[in-house]
């Protein structure tokens, strides 16, 4: 036995044990998951992740909210699709999708959520904060206000409430007054969320040239009222004490704990630059998610039973090993998915059942140019190189149609907001880089392994080769 092929052995045991220890359903230890380093820090974890349509969760489908006829620039609704995926993101979900639908439309998947409602309000909120000079005047929670950046005149609209802020009927004290904003939520640097005395708080820092800005007003305007306006309403007014020369400050309010987090993800990654209205909003039940996994499991593990059973009596002994080269494919396949990550669908596991049909297909052809070379009256080892030789040509070519088929359809499902069509090339494309590993190089191996130490003993009994 060539020392390279006991190393090309244990190098396969080592991959498939790997897989194993992966794929267990364990709580995997600390120093597993901080291998992980491609992964953001917070979301590594060594498990499976399952798409909107397995676990349940929400499908929104947003679109720009402006004026009939306006068009909007392309950067535009790519900058909102950014601010969008990273308040998603900001809500610690597995795996959310934001993606472009067309020139005005943005559709977002949300695995596992479980509150809807806040989430929609923390993504399509504009955000638009701004810090208002009300001099001398003490603006109630709730007022709609109008202002402007540098000093024009103008006169606020009438007092209003907003449904989230109970407070009883408002007088309006400042007709004819004049507001300025003093910053906006663009002089943001930093932006958190704390809790002092039961009460929630967003505390904030401020850039460099705003910190400077906000110091001179601060010191010249102490016993004054400095109103917070969120989207024109007002949120807070408290009076300034004492200068604030480092930028550093809070804004309080009558928050709960799911409302102060939603501003906080909404100031800290900007407002957004176009409105945006939801379109359409399905919730997915988790119970047919379950059922799918569960229909979906049963269906794969019936149908590689079939495969591994029929390899195994119409092969025999070269099926046995291109079953357990199959097994170990399966185990690559599904570390795989827990590493990278990639969420699961419905169609990815379609995916995956297509390329192990693949897998077992690469195998036939080598087996069946092995055959061949048997019948001529070749030995087994001579039999083994040239059947893998000449049937590789052919294993290569269908694998690369195959990824450029992969590549298309994940072009389109990226394009189109076809998440589903997305999730059926990746699984596919996985699969068939892992079918070239496993029906090329491990049943191979297995095959020289088998050959070196029963190559007489085989040749008696040809029958166990298939011939």
């Known amino acids: 036995m060539k020392k390279s092929e006991t190393w090309q052995l244990a190098v396969i045991l080592l991959i498939a044990l790997v897989a194993i220890f992966v794929d267990l359903n364990i709580e995997h230890p600390d120093w597993a998951e901080a291998l992980l380093f491609w992964q953001p820090s917070s979301q590594r974890d060594i498990a499976l992740r399952l798409g909107l349509d397995l676990q349940g969760g929400l499908q929104i489908l947003l679109a720009a909210d402006v004026p009939e006829g306006e068009e909007l620039d392309a950067a535009s609704m790519e900058t909102v699709r950014q601010i969008v995926e990273n308040r998603v993101n900001g809500l610690g979900l597995t795996e959310p999708v934001v993606q472009a639908?067309?020139?005005?439309?943005?559709?977002?998947?949300?695995?596992?959520?479980?509150?809807?409602?806040?989430?929609?309000?923390?993504?399509?909120g504009t955000a638009l904060l701004e810090f208002v000079d009300a001099g001398n005047i003490l603006l109630p929670p709730g007022t709609l206000i109008t202002t402007t950046l540098g000093g024009p005149s103008i006169t606020p609209q009438a007092t209003q409430v907003t449904p989230t802020i109970p407070t009883s009927s408002l007088e309006d004290p400042t007709a004819g007054v004049i507001y300025d904003t003093?910053?906006?939520?663009?002089?943001?640097?930093?932006?958190?969320?704390?809790?002092q005395q039961g009460q929630y708080i967003i505390p904030f820092e401020l850039n460099p040239d705003a910190t400077e800005t906000f110091a001179e007003y601060t010191g010249?305007?102490?016993?004054?009222?400095?109103?917070i306006v969120l989207d024109k309403a007002v949120i807070s007014c408290p009076k300034v004490?004492?200068?604030?020369?480092?930028?550093?400050?809070?804004?309080?309010?009558?928050?709960?704990?799911?409302?102060?987090?939603?501003?906080a993800l909404q100031l800290r990654y900007g407002a957004l630059p176009v409105p945006l209205r939801v379109e359409s909003f399905n919730r997915i039940g988790a119970t047919l998610g379950a059922e799918s996994v569960q229909k979906s499991i049963r269906a794969g593990a019936i149908g590689l039973g079939i495969v591994l059973l029929f390899m195994l009596i119409y092969y025999r002994l070269p099926g046995g090993l291109a079953d357990l080269a199959l097994i170990i494919y399966v185990l690559i396949n599904f570390a795989l998915y827990k590493l990278v990550p990639i969420t699961l669908t419905l169609p990815g596991i379609a995916g995956f059942i297509l390329s192990s049909g693949m897998a077992v297909d690469a195998n036939i052809l080598i087996f069946e140019r092995m055959k061949e070379e048997l019948r001529r009256g070749r030995?087994?080892?001579?039999?083994?190189?040239?059947?893998?030789?000449?049937?590789?040509?052919?294993?290569?070519?269908?694998?690369?149609?195959?990824?450029?088929?992969?590549?298309?359809?994940?072009?389109?499902?990226?394009?189109?907001?076809?998440?589903?069509?997305?999730?059926?090339?990746?699984t596919l494309a996985i699969g068939t880089i892992v079918n070239v590993f496993t029906a090329v190089f491990v049943t191979r191996t297995f095959a020289r392994q088998v050959a070196a130490s029963a190559s007489k003993w085989l040749a008696e009994r040809k029958w166990l080769l298939g011939v």
């Open 101 to 124: 639908q067309g020139e005005q439309r943005i559709i977002v998947e949300l695995p596992g959520i479980e509150n809807p409602e806040q989430a929609v309000e923390t993504i399509k």
């Open 182 to 195: 003093i910053l906006t939520g663009a002089a943001l640097k930093n932006v958190g969320l704390d809790q």
């Open 220 to 227: 010249s305007h102490v016993g004054q009222y400095l109103c």
């Open 241 to 263: 004490r004492e200068p604030i020369p480092n930028g550093q400050a809070s804004i309080s309010g009558d928050f709960t704990f799911e409302s102060a987090r939603q501003l």
């Open 379 to 426: 030995g087994l080892r001579s039999a083994i190189k040239i059947g893998f030789g000449r049937a590789w040509s052919s294993i290569r070519d269908g694998q690369i149609s195959t990824l450029i088929i992969c590549t298309i359809l994940f072009s389109f499902g990226r394009s189109f907001g076809a998440s589903i069509v997305q999730g059926f090339a990746i």
